[in-house]
Nanobody, 121 residues
Framework: QVQLVESGGGLVQAGGSLRLSCAAS????????RGWFRQAPGKEREFVAA????????YYADSVKGRFTISRDNAKNTVYLQMNSLKPEDTAVYYC??????????????WGQGTQVTVSS
């Protein structure tokens, strides 16, 4: 059993910044890569960013590259997503999950409750 808790979302104006956190409890997936995904109303869930277990490899969707930065603090068992230069199209519920695959973009079916990010124009 693993718990993933996302936090840090909120309402921000276009061009602003937010920092999301994904805290994990328990030993399950302790050494796994982890990624962020988002889902907007009426849209499919999409990959945003992922980070390897060591923190040495990071991958980003083209839509967020250069604006978002993923990082992790293994001592805190927490992964972060620093989001800068936010755009209205970034509005979505953001989730994290353990991931795998060539670009670490495929999620295992373990999710937190999500955190809402709303970007006003």
């Amino acid at each position: 059993q693993v718990q993933l808790v996302e936090s840090g979302g909120g309402l921000v104006q276009a061009g602003g910044s937010l920092r999301l956190s994904c805290a994990a409890s328990g030993r399950t997936f302790s050494s796994y890569a982890r990624g962020w995904f988002r889902q907007a109303p009426g849209k499919e869930r999409e990959f945003v960013a992922a980070i390897s277990w060591s923190g040495g490899s990071m991958y980003y969707a083209d839509s967020v590259k250069g604006r978002f930065t993923i990082s992790r603090d293994n001592a805190k068992n927490t992964v972060y997503l620093q989001m800068n230069s936010l755009k209205p199209e970034d509005t979505a519920v953001y989730y994290c999950a353990p991931t795998f695959g060539g670009r670490l973009e495929r999620p295992y079916d373990y999710w937190g409750q999500g955190t809402q990010v709303t970007v006003s124009s």
